[in-house]
């Protein structure tokens, strides 16, 4: 196996590295020097779209039509998508390897999955007019260049908002790029224009010389990180400045009278220029030249670039610190003799020891480094070797936490099978840890490639269910296998997976036109609140309704049923609804609040009658004026004339009636003075109270005929209007009228509940004349009333009739002055005196 140092080679003070990850990656036929190629970041696919400026050689119908086609960087085609819509001006990637494609008319399409579908927007502000003359892209966000020289941003892509930026001065454009808002203070897009000798600085709000006098300038990149910029004069000359242009950092004179056709920057240390087929890589003070057999593109990434012709893919970058260390040359690290111990080891040799003992005091962080080294190789040999140095050194230490090398193994495994050339996904370690295994998940299921999708969730335990479902969604778009046989196997396939959502599926299946197989597939999902709204998408209103039921939960049907009102004219809803006592009883206890219109409808729908009735008896007690109440009884009571069941209600209907007229009566007669201004007096309205309210308002103003009138009118029972009248008399304090009451041989009632209003109302006096009538009660409740009413001596007299020696002695506790003789004699007769 050759040295890892073999593609090194030094530039500058450091070592940059061309790692071949790829061979004879595009057909020979492909040219690639007529072809637009963009590349997604973090070794994502890549998008080849013909040069329409170039002229090309024809090679057939098929071959002219014009296509966007979409490769892995293994050459792999994995979409050709069609195009018809204009030329295009912009071609790029975001950081979740969307493809931004940008027509000249302001149109913008954005493919998310990397199989044709796109959301559409277009850019405003006048690029339909002038047209998109350019654009450049950065990870979330693009900004385009008009002809007129105007600048439209769009910042990010599910929610895009185009915005013009601050117009640049008139002029020819020699090149021009782009400082992302992460690194920018304003936390804007700024664009930087070279126009003339100078160059421009835009953002959202200004527009800036920074009389920077070098120029004009063929090509300008800035740094990944935000810090740099390099600048290409039509002189053959490189420089690189700091972002704010107060710094020249390094010069290069390329010596070449043909201008480079690309210059982006390899990480954040180096520039590379391209030409057809030659490479400059230049660092502060040094640089140099890689040759090639074919046409070269440079496809930029935070850690290097990607270098692709038709025969190869390769990855130039700085090798990483730890590597250097490791394997350079003449190295003494830690590390580098860690390696060659295990390497001694192999050949059973003792030297293996002696570098042990040699590094004894730094073996911990030898093996850490071994570890991390490995992480950045690209040759599997090699990732194998220093995982055994390191495993090697770990043994020999007594204490090690094996958590990072664990990590490392289990990323190793990840990343050499997203490498493998059927995969075509060549992550280095740096881009790994920013793209996040989740999302690299996400790539592999873009690329229908759910089988290793599948296994790594499963090693690195990651949910799978994403990839379950997009597996089912493809299969419903491209089967053509009948419906039941695909719903079939879908549920066999994906039956008791966690967190696998059917309605996701369905939702495809309705999408490609599905009906049926988008209903079945609803029957799986078990979360009621995932079915219904694609129902109801579905125009499947009854199963909606069904499933929203069957679910228990109120707040959904509701949803449905709002939906079914406002889409249905109202006798099919109640037809809907009639035959489903949950739907019906929600409908009529929302609409009882909220629209009695509805609800008379419902009951009218259903003859109904009682309970029409009901709704308008209950609306009449509503009613502020007499006369509307009236009018509302009167409907009520028609709703009921020709039902014999409802005999009871329209009887008490028609008593409802009468009541009301006679408390208009009342309030008209009783309360208007005889006075000739004839205004009305005080004291409470008659109408709307019930028959014992209105008894008791009659009794209470002394309107004794008035009130049997109504007892008599409603057939109020005795008893009733005397407790009506007892508490209206107690309220008045009329107690004249309740001494000649009292007066009466006998009470309906009773005389206890005399005794408890007159007690309760604060009249003793006339409380206790009611004491001597209770002749229901035992002797001791009559004492208690007596004491109740302060008159022990009157409770003493109670006890002695009843010759209760223990009672008289309790009223002894409570007796004073005269009265406390007086219980004493008592006791004493009842008692006599031992001899």
């Known amino acids: 196996m050759s040295k890892p140092t073999a593609d090194w080679e030094k530039v500058g003070t450091r070592f940059y590295r061309k790692v071949q990850l790829y061979t004879a990656v595009f057909d020979q036929d492909l040219e690639l020097e007529n072809y637009l190629v963009a590349g997604a970041p973090y070794s994502g696919a890549l998008a080849l779209y013909r040069d329409e400026e170039k002229v090309h050689a024809y090679r057939g119908s098929r071959a002219a039509k014009p296509s966007i086609d979409v490769y892995s960087c293994a050459g792999k085609l994995i979409r050709r998508i069609n195009w018809d819509k204009g030329s295009i001006k912009g071609l790029g990637w975001s950081e979740d390897e969307k493809l931004l494609v940008v ?66 001065p008139e002029g020819e454009i020699h090149s021009w790029t782009l400082i992302p808002p992460a690194y920018t203070l304003s936390r804007s897009v700024e664009v930087l224009l070279s126009t003339d000798k100078t160059i421009y600085v835009v953002d959202a709000s200004d527009s800036e010389d920074r009389n920077y006098s070098e120029g004009p300038f063929v090509h300008m990149s800035v740094s990944p990180n935000g810090k740099f910029v390099a600048l290409y004069t039509k002189y053959g000359k490189l420089w690189v400045v700091g972002s704010d242009f107060q710094e020249t950092l390094n010069e290069y004179d390329s010596r070449s009278k043909t201008m480079p056709k690309d210059m982006q920057w390899c990480g954040n240390n180096a520039v590379a220029l391209a030409w057809e087929d030659e490479i400059h890589l230049v660092t502060q003070g040094a640089a140099t030249k890689y040759y090639y057999d074919g046409w070269v593109h440079l496809i930029p990434d935070v850690d290097g670039i990607r270098v692709f012709t038709n025969d190869v893919c390769e990855f130039l970058q700085r090798v ?18 860690l390696l060659d111990a295990v390497d001694q080891l192999e050949r059973k040799s003792p030297k293996a020891d002696d570098n042990i003992q040699l590094i004894r005091p730094n073996l911990s962080e030898a093996v850490d480094a071994c570890v991390k080294a490995a992480g950045h190789e690209f040759s599997i040999h090699w990732q194998k070797q220093l995982l055994k140095a390191a495993s ?61 999708a599948l296994r790594v969730s499963e090693y690195l335990r990651l949910p799978s269910d994403r990839i379950y479902v997009n597996w089912a969604s493809q299969k419903v778009r ?91 004219p109202l006798a099919p809803f109640f037809r809907t609804i009639n035959s489903r006592p949950m739907a019906m009883a929600l409908v009529e206890s929302s609409a009882i609040d909220q629209d009695r219109e509805l609800l008379k409808d419902l009951y009218y729908q259903d003859d109904r009658r009682l309970d029409g009735s009901n709704l308008l008896f209950s609306e009449a007690l509503s009613q502020e004026h007499p006369q509307a109440r009236l009018d509302k009884i009167k ?50 309205s008659f109408v709307g109270l019930s ?107 109670e006890a002695l009739r009843a010759k209760d020696v223990e009672c008289l002695r309790e009223l002894r506790e409570k007796a004073a002055g005269s009265t406390l003789g007086e219980i004493d004699r008592m006791i004493a007769q009842l008692e006599p005196r031992r001899r």
């Not at 892209?137 to 185009?162: K, Q």
């Not at 990483?320 to 003799?337: K, L, N, Y």
């Not at 007594?398 to 289990?410: A, I, K, P, R």
Request: proline share 5%.
């Open 103 to 168: 027509t000249e008319d302001g149109t913008v399409r954005c493919y998310y999955d990397l199989q044709g579908d796109f959301v559409p927007f277009t850019l405003g502000h006048g690029a339909e007019e002038h047209g998109v003359k350019a654009c450049r892209f950065w990870s979330n966000g693009f900004v385009a260049l008009l002809n007129n020289n105007h600048l439209i941003s769009v910042a990010r892509y599910d929610e895009p908002r185009p915005k013009l930026l601050a117009i640049p």
């Open 320 to 337: 990483p610190d730890v590597t250097e260390e490791t394997f350079r040359i003449g190295s003494t690290s830690p590390a580098s003799i």
């Open 392 to 452: 090697f050194g770990k043994s020999v230490l007594d204490l090690y936490n094996s958590d990072e090398f664990v990590e490392m193994c289990e990323m190793l495994r990840v990343l050499n099978a997203a490498r493998f050339y059927e995969i075509g996904l060549p992550l280095s370690y740096e881009q790994y840890q920013r793209l996040t295994p989740e999302k690299l998940i996400e790539r592999l299921i873009n690329r229908h490639e759910y089988l290793l």
């Open 478 to 568: 491209q089967s053509t296998e009948d419906e039941d046989s695909i719903c079939r196997l879908i549920v066999q396939k994906l039956n008791n997976k966690p967190g696998v959502s059917f309605e996701e599926i369905a939702r495809s299946a309705y999408e490609e036109g599905r009906v049926r197989l988008a209903t079945e597939l609803l029957n799986y999902e078990p979360r009621a609140g995932k079915q219904v709204p694609l129902l109801l998408s579905m125009k499947e209103d009854t199963i909606a309704l069904d499933k929203a039921i069957e679910s228990g939960d109120t707040d959904l049907v509701y949803h449905v049923l709002l939906h079914l009102k406002k889409k249905l």
């Open 635 to 684: 409907l009520a009571s028609r709703l009921l004339q020709d039902s014999k069941e409802n005999a009871f209600q329209l009887k008490m209907l028609d008593e409802a009636a009468r009541l009301l007229r006679m408390q208009e009566h009342f309030d008209k007669d009783l309360h208007t003075d005889a006075s000739p201004a004839g205004g009305r007096t005080s004291g409470p």
């Open 691 to 797: 028959i014992n309210d209105t008894l008791f308002e009659l009794l209470k103003s002394s309107h004794v005929k008035r009130a049997l009138k109504v007892q008599s009118e409603f057939k109020v029972p005795e008893k009733t209007y005397w407790w009506v009248r007892l508490r209206a008399l107690v309220s008045a304090r009329h107690w004249n009228e309740l001494e000649e009451v009292g007066k009466a041989r006998k009470s309906p009632i009773g005389w206890e509940p005399f005794f408890n209003e007159v007690l309760g109302a604060g009249n003793t006096r006339l409380a206790s004349t009611f004491v001597p009538k209770c002749t229901g009660l035992s002797p001791r409740e009559r004492v208690e009333m007596w004491v109740k009413c302060g008159m022990v001596g009157k409770a003493g007299e």
